[in-house]
């Protein structure tokens, strides 16, 4: 399978109450839109067949031998299709009970029939006799089991359960038994209706279980051709993957498609250790599906910068909690460690102008003057006006204590020691400025009794844009845990609630400044030492470490995701190129992340050598770039 996606789809036709013959065609319509999608796994609301708003009506033998019928037709058209289709109805095997069942298809067969547990109020009995046992219904011979779950040898990851109704809601429902033994989607034949508020519950149901049981949710809930006598229903149909909704709608002849990534779900239960085998037995269907499933095209949608909120409208609560994060840790720290100054080298950077208006919100809150705030720009050879002038506007509007040293006559003075030409523009001209630059905002530091609050952020950190023992070294990092483009944010958020007009402006031309590290000299004033032109775009670099390392996908499935989120802007050679040096990075650059310093977590991803995602200093990075190959060769 490609990449490990499953086409999947919720279908709620416009039925009629107690007309199987009708409602069958209308499955089989849904079946052939499906099929024409590339559809493997298609879920019907609850008794699909007959409509859930039968009443008393539902037990009556003619409805009875009417729902056999059409789901005698459903799987005679399924023949020769290897999609999975999954579609409610009553059944009456023996004894006069009578059961609430989804039948589960696929080419032909009737794999199984999977019972509803939930049954107060109802006419339908328990199941919990039944389980396990192969019983007749007409024609049919078919495992008839709360407990069954339906795998595929073509995608091992995949593993379907099915609920029904109330048993989505249930204390010990048998999907959530099933995901934490192993099944990744769990379809959901629903039956609730129409609410002023059914469509919000529901969405939020579903996007908690599914996060909470790291799973995908395919669910459908009955339409608008039920019966209206005391209810009126939407047809809601919704997909969701991991507490993330890919697809929803409800209207007449309700149909929504989505993929549902396996290969993601799998990598996140890895990483909790909580799933896998149970005290629970369970039936396996096997099913197979041809080659064409590797050919699944994706119909979901990938955000540019998924280390934000998706919504503008949250963006704000998103970065107040942000800096909340950064100033609570810093305060821990001063306060554990006796301390009353922050000492910052500030550059005009976006980081640095980050960290020096979270040091002075730390002081603030521990009742401290604003100028502990000890904010050092230290020039040197590649420094321009534009940099500087805005470090010190931000500093001094902040009221910190601005702290102007020229530190090119001690860096003159290094070469001279070391035997290093002054004009020899070599890697040590470089490293240099950036050591003699931690040593003066350390030293001041300890004269003041401050703690040097590093600036460098989680993205310079994973591709070690950093010089070792100098800008990678402080004694506490406030943007350890925090990407470039959370960065950006954080700083655009103050740009845009602050009352400080001069404040303001000099915030929205640090975000209009390219980054730099101003360590090779410049002529006329200009910057001219740009990051993103040896490591790539900081914001690609952000999507490939998401898709990467916290999701867990090949360089080649990242690939595959970065163009259909960044093909507007970058072309295949480009996403080629900076995906390569990513991983090239990423592993050559691990002995600068295995020393990092003390700093705040802000998502559920860090690189610190104590808690974060590890690995060893000397590792081969040789099967990440063979998967990059694959991608050329296709």
Known sequence: MKDGFIKVAAASP??????????????????????DKGVKLLVFPELTLTGCSCYDLIGHSVILRGAERA???????????????????????????????????????????????????????????????????????????TE??????????????????????????????????????????????????????????????????????????????????????????????????LASDECEDCFVVSEIDVEYLENLRRKSGKYGRSQYKYSHSELYWGEEICQTELTRTYRKLPHLPEFEKDMGNYCRRMIDIQVSGLVKRMTYAGLDHCVVGISGGVDSTLTVMVCAEAVKRMGLPSTNV??????????????????????????????????????????????????????????????????????????????????????????GWCTYNGDHT????????????????????IAQHTEDKVLADALWDVLDCPVTPELLPIHDDQIEQKSEENVGSYSLQDFFTHKMMICGFSPAKTMRLAK????????????????????????????????????????????????????????????FMASLDTVAKE
Request: glycine share 8%; with cysteine.
């Open 148 to 245: 069954l779950l339906f795998t595929s040898d073509v995608l091992p990851g995949l593993s379907v359960a099915v609920e029904l109704g109330a048993d989505a809601d249930a204390i010990d429902a048998p999907a959530a038994r099933h995901a934490l033994a192993g099944a990744t989607v769990i379809a959901s034949l629903a039956s609730f209706p129409a609410t002023v508020t059914s469509t919000i519950e529901a969405t939020e149901s579903v996007k908690y279980r599914s996060k909470h049981l790291k799973c995908g949710i395919v669910l459908a809930a009955p339409g608008k051709g039920e019966s209206t006598t005391d209810n009126v229903y939407s047809g809601l149909c919704m997909v969701a993957e991991s507490g993330e909704v």
């Open 14 to 35: 416009m039925i009629k109450v107690a007309d199987t013959e009708y409602n069958a065609g209308k499955v089989i319509e849904c079946m052939k839109k499906a099929a």
């Open 564 to 623: 259909a989120a960044w093909g507007d802007e970058f072309s295949d050679e480009e996403l080629t190129k900076w995906l390569r040096s990513y991983c090239k990075r990423y592993f050559s650059q691990q002995f600068k992340r295995s020393c990092l310093m003390d700093g705040p977590s802000v998502e559920a991803f860090s690189v610190s050598p104590r808690v974060g995602f590890l690995i060893p200093s000397d590792a081969e990075n040789s099967l």
């Open 474 to 493: 402080s004694m506490y990092d406030v943007n350890m845990g925090l990407t470039k483009t959370q960065v950006r944010a954080g700083v655009r958020y």
């Open 374 to 463: 000890v904010a050092c720009t230290l020039p040197c050879f590649g420094t321009s006006s534009r940099t500087k002038s805005n470090a010190i506007i931000v500093a001094e509007q902040v009221g910190a204590e601005v702290r102007v040293i020229d530190i090119g006559e001690s860096v003159y003075k290094h070469f001279d020691d070391i035997g290093h030409a002054h004009d020899d523009y070599s890697i040590a001209f470089e490293n240099a400025q950036a050591r003699e630059r931690t040593q003066v905002l350390m030293d001041i530091a300890n004269k003041v009794n401050g703690l040097d609050v590093g600036t460098e952020d989680l993205s310079e950190f994973v591709d």
């Open 71 to 145: 789901l005698e037709r459903v799987i005679e058209a399924s023949a020769g299709n290897d999609m999975l289709v999954i579609v409610g109805l009553p059944y009456a095997p023996r004894g006069g009970a009578l059961y609430s069942v989804a039948a589960v298809i696929s080419d032909g067969e009737l794999l199984g029939l999977v019972p509803r547990s939930e049954t107060d109020g109802t006419l339908f009995a328990a199941a919990d006799d039944e389980g396990g046992e192969e019983t007749m219904c007409g024609k049919f011979d078919a495992f008839f089991d």
